[in-house]
C-alpha cells in the first residue's frame, strides 16, 4: 500500500471556525509532512515531523497547528484564518534512514477562507 | 540553501512528439534531485528521482532524467509523448547528507499535448 489519504477532500470555512485537517498513511513512514500549494505555485513546506516529534516548521502563522497523535497519522489544526489562507493542502510522507527518500504525497485538502 | 529553475513555464507539444523539460538547481552541497506530476486538482505522484548511482533515471511510463552534475542539471525528456502525459511537472531537490526534509520545488511546467 504505497497511499497518503487525505479528508476531507474540499473544505469551505469562515474565518471564525474550527476546523481540521486529516492525512493518514500505512506505510511505516516515520517522517510526515504538510505543504501548502497557492493556484499556479509550487508546494511550500509548512511542518515536518520525524518520530511524532515536530522537527521543520517553517515559520508558520499559529492559526495553523499540526499535530501527530501516532506514526500513522497527521492533523493540522485550523482557527481564525484568512482568505489568503485559501489554498491546496498536501500532506506527505517518507522513511527516514541513511540516505534520502522520496516523499510520497496525497491528493490534498481544497480549503477555501471565506 | 538551494534552489531550483525550470527553464519554461509552459511546453505545448503534439502528440508522438519528443519533449524535454528543462531543469537547472543550484547548491553548495550535493543534492538528491526528483520529478513530480501533477494532474488537475490532484496531488503530486513521484515520477523518478536520482539519489546515486548511473545518471540516467527512468520511469516505468517512459520518462526518463539524466542528472548532470558539471551543468547542475536534471532535464527530462521522453521521446514520444501522449495526451495523458498532459500535466504540471515540478523539478525538486532535498540536500544530501539528510535522510528527510525539505523540498525544494521548481516552479513547475505546465505540459499540453495537442492531438
Known amino acids: 500500500d504505497t497511499e497518503v489519504t487525505q479528508t476531507p477532500k474540499h473544505l469551505v470555512m469562515g474565518m471564525t471556525n474550527k476546523k481540521s485537517l486529516k492525512c493518514e498513511q500505512h506505510?511505516?513512514?516515520?517522517?510526515m509532512y504538510w505543504y501548502k500549494q497557492k493556484a499556479k505555485k509550487p508546494p511550500e513546506l509548512m511542518f515536518v515531523?520525524?518520530?511524532?516529534?515536530?522537527?521543520i516548521n517553517e515559520s508558520v502563522p499559529s492559526r495553523f497547528s499540526p499535530e501527530c497523535p501516532n506514526s500513522s497519522l497527521l492533523n493540522l489544526h485550523l482557527h481564525a484564518l484568512q482568505p489568503e489562507d485559501s489554498a491546496l493542502y498536501l500532506c506527505?510522507?517518507?522513511?527516514?534512514?541513511?540516505?534520502?527518500?522520496?516523499?510520497?504525497f496525497g491528493p490534498g485538502t481544497r480549503l477555501t477562507v471565506t | 540553501a538551494q534552489s531550483v529553475t525550470q527553464l519554461d513555464s509552459q511546453v505545448p507539444v503534439f502528440e508522438e512528439a519528443p519533449v524535454e523539460l528543462r531543469c537547472n538547481y543550484s547548491?553548495?552541497?550535493?543534492?538528491?534531485l526528483f520529478w513530480y506530476v501533477q494532474y488537475p486538482n490532484q496531488g503530486l505522484q513521484l515520477l523518478l528521482k536520482?539519489?546515486?548511482?548511473?545518471?540516467l533515471v527512468e520511469s516505468i511510463n517512459g520518462f526518463e532524467a539524466e542528472f548532470n552534475k558539471s551543468q547542475t542539471s536534471f532535464h527530462l525528456r521522453k521521446p514520444s509523448v501522449h495526451i495523458s502525459d498532459t500535466a504540471e511537472y515540478f523539478c525538486?531537490?532535498?540536500?544530501?547528507?539528510?535522510?528527510?526534509?525539505?523540498?525544494?520545488f521548481g516552479q513547475g511546467t505546465i505540459l499540453t499535448v495537442h492531438p
Open positions: 536520482y539519489l546515486s548511482g548511473s545518471t
Open positions: 525538486a531537490v532535498t540536500p544530501g547528507g539528510t535522510s528527510y526534509g525539505k523540498l525544494t
Open positions: 515531523y520525524s518520530y511524532e516529534k515536530l522537527s
Open positions: 506527505a510522507s517518507s522513511l527516514i534512514g541513511a540516505t534520502a527518500y522520496e516523499q510520497y
Open positions: 506505510m511505516g513512514h516515520r517522517a
Open positions: 547548491s553548495s552541497v550535493s543534492v538528491y
